[in-house]
C-alpha cells in the first residue's frame, strides 16, 4: 500500500477511536514509535498521520513532542451569511467548470454554461478549518443589492471531510446563498459547508 494512501487510513482510524472514547480530550496518545508497531507500519507513515491529525484539528502538540487530543473546536454562530470571513482564509481552486443542472437553475443560465469558480477554506484564529465556501459566478463578478439564504444539510464528500478534519458522510450544514442585482436577478451562487460540530445558524432578517 502506498505510503500516502496508509498514512490517511491510519489518521481516519485514529480520528474513528478518539470518537469512540479510547482516548479522551487532553489525553495524550501512545508514541509515534509504539503506534507505528500497532498498525504495523514505519516511523514515518505514522509522522505522516500524526501532522494529519495535527493539521485538521484532531490532535494538539508540536511536531516531535507528545501530542494530546484536541479539546472540541469551539462553536461559532453564524449570523450573516454574506459577511466577509474575520480570519484567513485560503483559496484551494479556481477552475472555471461548466454549470450543473442545479448551478444552471441557480443563476438562471444554460446547463454547461462556463462559469467563474472559487473554492475558499476559511481557517480559524487556530489555523483549523471552519468553513468551506465554493461560489460560482458568469463573467465578472459584480457587485450585489441584495442575498437569499436556503440552509440544509449535506453528507460530506471525501475533499471536504478531508479539508475540515471530519470522517466522510459526516453531516454538515449547507447555505445556499445567491446574490443577486437591484433588479432581482442571480449574480452569484455560493454553497457554505458548515460542520455541525463547530456552528450554530442563527440568521438575521435583512
Known amino acids: 500500500m502506498p505510503v500516502q494512501a496508509a498514512h490517511r487510513r491510519i489518521a481516519a482510524d485514529i480520528r474513528r477511536r478518539i470518537q469512540a472514547g479510547e482516548w479522551e480530550a487532553g489525553q495524550p496518545l501512545p508514541s509515534r514509535a509504539d503506534m507505528a508497531a500497532e498498525y504495523g507500519v514505519h516511523p514515518q507513515t505514522m509522522r505522516l498521520s500524526y501532522a494529519l491529525l495535527r493539521r485538521t484539528g484532531v490532535l494538539d502538540g508540536e511536531e516531535r513532542k507528545r501530542v494530546t487530543v484536541a479539546h472540541p473546536p ?6 450573516d451569511a454574506d459577511a466577509d470571513w474575520p480570519f484567513s482564509s485560503e483559496t484551494t481552486d479556481t477552475r472555471p467548470r461548466p454549470a450543473t443542472e442545479e448551478l444552471a437553475e441557480r443563476l438562471g443560465v444554460r446547463p ?29 463578478r459584480q457587485t450585489h443589492a441584495s442575498y437569499v439564504i436556503e440552509v440544509g444539510t449535506i453528507p460530506l464528500g471525501a475533499e471536504q471531510a478531508h479539508a475540515l478534519g471530519l470522517l466522510v458522510d459526516t453531516m454538515a450544514f449547507r447555505l445556499v446563498r445567491t446574490r443577486i442585482d437591484g433588479a432581482g436577478a442571480p449574480l452569484e451562487s455560493a454553497d457554505l459547508i458548515l460542520p455541525m460540530d463547530r456552528w450554530l445558524i442563527r440568521l438575521h432578517s435583512h
Open 74 to 79: 469551539a462553536m461559532r454562530t453564524l449570523t
Open 112 to 140: 454547461g454554461t462556463m462559469l467563474q469558480h472559487e473554492a475558499l477554506e476559511c481557517l480559524d484564529p487556530g489555523g483549523h478549518s471552519a468553513m468551506i465556501v465554493s461560489s460560482w459566478w458568469r463573467g465578472h
